[in-house]
């Protein structure tokens, strides 16, 4: 008898674990039971659909030769049963049955199964707001929505939108419609952008980009009502503190784990709220595997459960699920969450823990901003890029990351947390045989170079501190010194302006250091903070006690 394999969703996990299970067993009997109209859809590229770079939504589910991925494809190709339109409303665990409703006929059945997958995704969260039955209100969960916002992004009495969160999917959406030529405005009720992702200094860099770039940030406020027309088409939104005209909205304020099915037929669901699974991808009944955005997952820094839906995780989930469904045992250890995305000329990028989420977990730890240029300085398309890395000072390991900036961020990011991975440190980091021309990296690659200036501090070499903890000492009304070491030329292109700073540039701080009083703090920086820890390094040899750098230097300050 045939190994009948049963896969409760459509889209990324349930597509990929059917694809891999035919590959590894061609007598099994696999079905697929899809509620929506789409199969195996690239969920990720719709903001790119939206703006026109993607042409036609069926690209999002065509194959890399543009066949669409339809129940025909999955028919004739693979020889996978692949039912859409069709609900799965309970598993009977005792009978190893699914019963199904076909939601255009309304006819209900079972599908008996050997082993079921539980790929059920998860759904856009819509608060209640008052007014949010008005029209042009959408969610991206799904190409028809995407679909349904680029007709009325384009309409001509569409001129601005509002879009509620400041997360992953409220960043992309922004620059899809500031590219559209829309005036936008971000909603976000934390104080800062992608509150989970980036720590404050990284969002309001972020945040000081955005605004350049004409986009209206309300962060730390609320919506509450929204208004309409006489058409009942929405154009204003009032949050807790102002009024927001907006001739269409996007709710992108996160999603929630499709659970229900799972917990209806009594299996586990984990801490976060997730469906709990083991290493292998099983639920707490061996014959049932999850995967996707419906599961949490185990985090590889901390150990613990997490919920960190992403379609990179889903594919991956698919792939060991049809191993083990086909009598494999292929463990999946845990995520990173390792995000990345592109706004603007802008790109932004982390993986594993902020410092605020390492500190409150009580690990000892050791930060540094480093600034710099993705390619060696003097080659013409350098373009800056600025790297937070966040390590464990105790034994060096690497906690987390975050970069952002217009260069090249991707291949660091990865290098990051491939080195995470594998439990690696700081000194690990810097000593990777990374590859090496002008045109890629600087001789001593960005990322090393942050994870050098971890192993001075570490080490008691580099004293620094943070562009926030200056900034908050001057609106406190400390005494200390500010010490500006570049050049004069530097000087003319922008600077601090407060009675602290003092101008001697580097070349001559050995010769003037007389003029910097031993009794008051000093904290030097410079244009991106090296010249500022070479000034911190004279000052200790010239016997100075109370002596640090500005992290990140005039790069890194927001103010």
Known sequence: MSNRIVIIGGVATGPKAASRARRRDP??????????????????????????????????????????????FFQNVKDIKAYTKTLAQAIDREKKEVKVIDLLSNESRTIPYDK??????????????EGSELNRIYTLG???????????????????????????????????????????????????????????????????????????????EKAIKLEGDENNNVRKVITDKSEISADMIVTAIGVRPNVELAKNAGLKIGETGAIWVDEYLRTSDPDIYAGGDCVENTHLVTGKKVYVPLGSTANKHGRIIGDNVTGGSEKFNGVLGTTIFKILDYTVGCTGLTERYARELGYNVVT?????????????????????????????????????GPGDIDKRLDVVATTMTYG???????????????????????VAHA?????????????????????????????????????????????????????????????????????????????????????????????????????????????
């Open 424 to 446: 690696g440190t700081v000194r690990e980091l810097a000593n990777t045989d990374l590859g090496y021309a002008p045109p890629y990296s600087s001789a001593i690659d960005m």
């Open 451 to 559: 994870a050098n200036i971890i192993r001075n501090k570490i080490d008691g070499i580099a004293k620094s501190i943070t562009p926030m903890e200056v900034k908050a000492k001057m609106d406190a009304g400390e005494d200390f010194i500010l010490l500006d070491v570049r050049t004069p030329a530097e000087l003319i292109k922008n600077k601090i302006d407060d009675p602290r700073v003092k101008y001697i540039p580097l070349g001559a701080l050995r010769s003037r250091a007389n003029e910097l009083p031993k009794d008051k703090e000093i904290i030097a920086f410079c244009a991106i903070s090296l010249r500022g820890y070479e000034a911190q390094t004279i000052l200790d040899g010239l016997g100075f006690t109370n002596v640090k750098f500005m992290d990140g230097g005039l790069a890194a300050w927001t103010y």
């Open 142 to 220: 799904h190409p028809d929505e995407a679909i349904a916002i680029q007709q009325c992004a384009n309409l001509e009495d569409v001129k601005s939108v509002a879009v509620f969160g400041g997360g992953l999917i409220g960043m992309e959406v922004t620059e899809a419609f500031v590219r559209l030529g829309l005036e936008v405005t971000v909603v976000e009720m934390i104080d800062r952008l992608l509150p989970k992702l980036l720590d404050a200094e990284i969002s309001a860099y972020l945040a000081k980009y955005l605004r350049s770039q004409g986009i209206k940030l309300r962060l730390s």
């Open 27 to 72: 007598n099994a009997e696999i079905t697929i039971i899809e509620k929506g109209n789409l199969l195996s859809y690239a969920g990720c590229g719709m903001p790119y659909f939206i703006v026109g770079d993607v042409k036609n939504c069926d690209e999002l589910m065509c194959t890399p030769a543009g066949v669409v991925r339809n129940s025909t």
């Open 116 to 129: 079921l997958v539980i790929a059920t995704g998860s759904t856009h969260f819509r608060p209640p707001i």
């Open 368 to 404: 540094c901003i480093a600034p710099g240029s993705d390619v060696a300085h003097y080659y013409p398309e350098s373009a800056l890029i600025l790297i937070k890395l966040v390590v464990n000072k105790d034994n060096g390991k690497i906690l987390g990351a975050q970069m952002i």
